[in-house]
Nanobody, 128 residues
Framework: QVQLVESGGGSVQVGGSLRLSCAAS????????LGWFRQVPGKAREGVGV???????RYSDSVKGRFTISQDSANNILYLQMNSLKPEDTAIYYC??????????????????????WGQGTEVTVST
């Protein structure tokens, strides 16, 4: 059974930085597509960005230039480096993974319905 565990959330002031981690375990094969999503209570979950097995990334317009997704494939860890944080970045952040390759859908074109595995979330609060 694949498990994803996020860590690194917390409180930070506007303009600050945080790095989230997502440790994967239980997968027999490397995941083709990994992603970060976020959700504010009472609102729909939104995509932050994705990374595929070739380390190609795609970001939402709201975080482009401020957030960076990377992965340590050898240790099965996904990262989200968040810089220049804004109050509107406050949310619960989730990592997601999917083993299905590009035959299913290219990673850069995937939404939340295209991911098989999810973490439990880690909370990020950005205050003024």
């Amino acid at each position: 059974q694949v498990q994803l565990v996020e860590s690194g959330g917390g409180s930070v002031q506007v303009g600050g930085s945080l790095r989230l981690s997502c440790a994967a375990s239980g997968n027999r094969y490397p995941m083709y597509c990994l992603g970060w999503f976020r959700q504010v209570p009472g609102k729909a979950r939104e995509g932050v960005g994705v990374i595929d097995s070739s380390h190609d990334t795609r970001y939402s317009d709201s975080v482009k230039g401020r957030f960076t997704i990377s992965q340590d494939s050898a240790n099965n860890i996904l990262y989200l480096q968040m810089n220049s944080l804004k109050p509107e970045d406050t949310a619960i952040y989730y990592c997601a993974a999917d083993a299905r390759g590009s035959y299913y859908r290219f990673c850069r074109d995937r939404g939340q319905d295209d991911f098989q595995y999810w973490g439990q979330g880690t909370e990020v609060t950005v205050s003024t």
